[in-house]
């Protein structure tokens, strides 16, 4: 049973976000400090839900890419939020916390698309910059 199942052929959000962070930690030379933190929330639909054996939770993964500056006593950000359903991970929701903006993600790509995008903005851009220089005060 099972002889031909494999690992789906994707790259995880989990990955896929922790490769952009450490894109970005060696631009900023560890100065500012991107990471990633992930959790499964379960949301169960009704009390008898969490009385049963179920498969009809709505597990969902939360990632987040933050920010933190060592030398600012490591002041935290957040910056952007992936959330999907842990059984079919894409299609996938991608929210820029900074400008406040959600989209939909289908794949891996689309999702590395957006993810650079809202990096790439010129809000998250001019922060990061003005922590950036007060790691030399």
Known sequence: MWEDLKPASIVSPVNLIKEI????????????????????????????????????????RVIRLKLSVPALNAYTLNLIRVVYDVRTVYPCEVADIIGENNVSAESSKVLGDRVREILNSKKVKDIVSNLWAQVRD
């Open 21 to 60: 962070a450490n894109e970005l930690n060696r631009v900023t030379k560890e100065a500012i400090v991107f990471f990633v933190e992930h959790n499964v929330y379960r949301d169960y639909s009704d009390i008898t839900s969490l009385l049963e054996d179920s498969s009809d939770d709505n597990s969902k």
